[in-house]
């Protein structure tokens, strides 16, 4: 059973900062793309971040990019998304999800398993 565990989502306030994790369990982990996805109420799921299956190589959304940081590590199936400079907008509920078809993709039909997700409340 397939299984992708976010944690690390909480109250901050604007300019701070947050880690969030996600660990996989059922899977072949380096076998799978990853990416972060974000949701707030009342607007469709959004793209964050990507990063390829060795982690070579990394994808941010225009919003996001120089402020949020993905990475992986193989070892303990677990992907991050380091998130600095937090701004009101990115309050949302996050997800993590894995491809295993495409090395990357910025389209959530494209993936194949999701985490129930982790709420980031960021305060102005």
């Known amino acids: 059973q397939v299984q992708l565990v976010e944690s690390g989502g909480g109250v901050v306030q604007a300019g701070g900062s947050l880690r969030l994790s996600c660990a996989a369990s059922?899977?072949?982990?380096?076998?799978?793309?990853m990416a972060w996805f974000r949701q707030a109420p009342g607007k469709e799921r959004e793209f964050v971040a990507a990063?390829?299956?060795?982690?070579?190589?990394?994808y941010y959304a225009g919003s996001v990019k120089g402020r949020f940081a993905i990475s992986r590590d193989n070892a303990k199936n677990t992907v991050y998304l380091q998130m600095n400079s937090l701004r009101p907008e990115d309050t949302a509920a996050y997800y993590c999800?894995?491809?295993?078809?495409?090395?990357?993709?910025?389209?959530?039909?494209?993936?194949?398993?999701w985490g129930q997700g982790t709420q980031v409340t960021v305060s102005s």
């Open positions: 059922g899977l072949t982990f380096a076998a799978y793309a």
């Open positions: 999800a894995g491809c295993t078809y495409y090395s990357r993709s910025f389209l959530p039909h494209d993936y194949d398993y």
């Open positions: 990063i390829t299956r060795s982690g070579g190589s990394t």
